[in-house]
C-alpha cells in the first residue's frame, strides 16, 4: 500500500492483519518498523485501537514503558511488534503474515527475509505480506517492484510445477481520507513544491527532496508543454549520456521563433536500467524511427561527453562502438563530443534558458510532458547534496546514478548545440508551436 501522508494505510494494514489473526486460530503476525518510538507512537498504537474496538479480548505479554512487545489471541494466535534494526531478532519463527510499516526505509534484504519466513502451515491458503509506506523515489526498490496499482501474478517452476506469485498494489492519496480536515490537506499542499504534493499528497512516485535543485527556476507551468511537429524539416539533436548500466537520451531541438530568439525544446526521452549503452542503440534508433518518422537519419545529430569515447579495460567507449559500421557490429553512428572538465557553464547556460522568457510569450526552455523522468530531474531529483551545519561542502551535484544521468544530456545538448548555434554556426529553422506551456493548470502538462 502506497499512500500519500494521513491516506489510511497503516490503518488498513492493521485490520487485515487483525482478521486474519481472528479468522486463523494459531495464526502467527509481526508488525515491524525502524524504531521502537515509530513503532509504539503510531504503528502499535493504531493495531491496538483496531483490536479495542473490535471487542476480541486478548491477554498483553512483553510489556515495556507500558506498551506490549507480545498481544495473544483467544483462539491462540499471536502477534508480536519489533523495530528491524537487528532482524536476526524476530526472522526465526514462521509467520503467517506480516506487515511492514513506513516500508521505504527498509532495505529489500528485509521483504525478502520476511518473505522467506512466511510459511506457517496452519496458515497456508491466507499468507499474507503486508508493507505501508509514504511514495519513495522511483528509483527505490518498492517502486521497481511494485510498478502500477493493480494485481498481477508471477509464474515460478518448481520441479516442473509451475507456481504463481500474487501481488496487489493499492495507491491511495491524502484525499481518500474523509476524517481528515481540509486544512490539513490545504496545509501540505501551501508548503511544498507541486512535485512534492504530487509525491505526498497523492500518492505517485516521486524523488524525496534532500537537497536544493540544481534548477531552482524549473516550474511545470512555465516549462512542460506539447509541442507540435515544426513546419518545416529541422535538426534533430540526440544526446546520451553513457551512464554504467542505466544510461539516459534525450531527443531535443533548436530554433529561432518570429522574434529571433533561440529557443531548445526536448521532445522525448529513453532511460533504462540494466543496460549498457551499446545494448540501448536499437531501442533509441526504434525510438527516433517512431516518434520522429519524418524527419531523415541525415538530419539527426548524436552527441555526448568525451569519456565515452575513452579506452578503458574493458576496450574502448561506447562513442566508438557504436560508430563502427554494422557490418563490424555498430551503428554508423557519429557523434559530436568534447570533455566537459568543468560542468558549470554548461549547468549556468540551461539556467538561463530556464528563466529567460521570450517576447514571443514562451521560455527559452520547454520540455514535452511525456519526458517525465527529465521533468522529475528538473524539479529537484537532480539536487545538490544536503547541507550539513557546521561542514563546508562543495557545490556539486548529486550523482545518484538516475536524474543526474538525464539531467546531464541537458546540459551537453546546451554546450554542444545550443551555444554554437548561439555564437551563428549553426543554421536554424524557424517555428515549433508550443501547447500547455503557460497553462493556469499546474498539472495541464499530464493530461493525455
Not at 549503452?277 to 545529430?301: C, G, R, S, W, Y
Not at 579506452?311 to 561506447?318: A, F, N, R, V
Not at 547556460?349 to 530531474?377: M, N, P
Not at 563546508?392 to 551537453?412: F, I, L, M, S
Request: proline share 7%.
Amino acid at each position: 500500500m502506497v499512500g500519500g501522508y494521513g491516506s489510511g494505510k497503516t490503518l488498513a494494514a492493521s485490520v487485515l492483519g487483525h482478521l486474519l489473526s481472528i479468522s486463523i486460530p494459531g495464526n502467527m503476525g509481526i508488525v515491524l518498523r525502524r524504531s521502537l518510538p515509530k513503532l509504539h507512537d503510531s504503528t502499535e498504537r493504531i493495531y491496538l485501537e483496531v483490536l479495542n474496538r473490535s471487542g476480541v479480548p486478548y491477554a498483553q505479554r512483553e510489556l515495556r514503558d507500558g506498551w506490549p512487545g507480545r498481544i495473544i489471541y483467544g483462539n491462540g494466535s499471536e502477534v508480536v511488534f519489533r523495530e528491524t534494526k537487528d532482524p536476526a531478532r524476530f526472522l526465526g519463527p514462521e509467520y503467517g503474515w506480516f506487515f511492514i510499516d513506513e516500508a521505504q526505509e527498509e532495505p529489500v534484504k528485509l521483504f525478502n527475509d520476511l518473505t522467506g519466513r512466511l510459511r506457517l502451515i496452519r496458515a497456508a491458503d491466507y499468507l499474507r505480506g503486508i508493507i505501508g509506506t509514504n511514495p519513495p523515489s522511483q528509483q527505490h526498490w518498492i517502486a521497481k517492484k511494485f510498478l502500477n496499482p493493480g494485481s498481477w501474478t508471477e509464474k515460478m517452476t518448481v520441479r516442473g510445477e509451475i507456481i504463481e506469485i500474487s501481488y496487489r498494489m493499492i495507491r491511495s492519496s491524502t484525499y481518500d481520507n474523509p476524517f481528515l480536515n481540509p486544512e490539513y490537506v490545504a496545509t501540505l499542499m501551501q508548503n511544498h513544491t507541486a512535485s512534492e504534493v504530487k509525491r505526498i499528497v497523492e500518492g505517485h512516485y516521486g524523488f524525496v527532496m534532500e537537497g536544493d535543485p540544481v534548477y531552482s527556476q524549473f516550474d511545470f507551468m512555465k516549462h512542460v508543454g506539447v509541442m507540435e511537429p515544426p513546419a518545416r524539416l529541422m535538426s534533430l539533436y540526440r544526446v546520451w549520456d553513457f551512464g554504467y548500466h542505466c544510461p539516459a537520451v534525450t531527443w531535443s531541438q533548436i530554433f529561432r521563433c518570429k522574434e529571433g530568439k533561440l529557443h531548445a525544446v526536448v521532445l522525448h526521452e529513453l532511460m533504462k536500467q540494466k543496460i549498457e549503452a551499446h545494448a540501448l542503440a536499437p531501442f533509441v534508433l526504434e525510438d527516433t524511427a517512431k516518434v520522429f518518422p519524418n524527419i531523415p537519419a541525415q538530419l539527426v545529430l548524436d552527441g555526448g561527453d568525451a569519456a565515452g569515447a575513452a579506452m578503458s579495460d574493458k576496450g574502448p567507449g561506447p562513442i566508438i562502438t557504436l560508430g563502427r559500421p554494422r557490418s563490424e557490429g555498430g551503428y554508423d553512428l557519429r557523434f559530436r563530443y568534447r570533455k566537459f572538465s568543468d560542468i558549470d557553464p554548461g549547468l549556468d547556460l540551461v539556467r538561463l534558458l530556464i528563466r529567460t522568457r521570450c517576447k514571443c510569450g514562451y521560455y527559452l526552455f520547454i520540455v514535452h510532458r511525456r519526458c517525465q523522468e527529465l521533468i522529475q530531474a528538473l524539479s529537484g531529483g537532480y539536487h545538490f547534496p544536503k547541507e550539513k551545519p557546521g561542514l563546508e561542502q562543495k557545490k556539486k551535484p548529486v550523482k545518484d546514478g538516475w536524474y543526474d544521468n538525464v539531467a546531464d544530456t541537458v546540459r551537453y545538448m546546451a554546450e554542444l548545440f545550443y551555444r554554437p548555434a548561439m555564437l551563428g554556426n549553426m543554421v536554424e529553422a524557424e517555428g515549433v508551436p508550443v501547447i500547455g506551456a503557460t497553462s493556469d493548470d499546474p498539472w495541464a502538462w499530464m493530461n493525455p
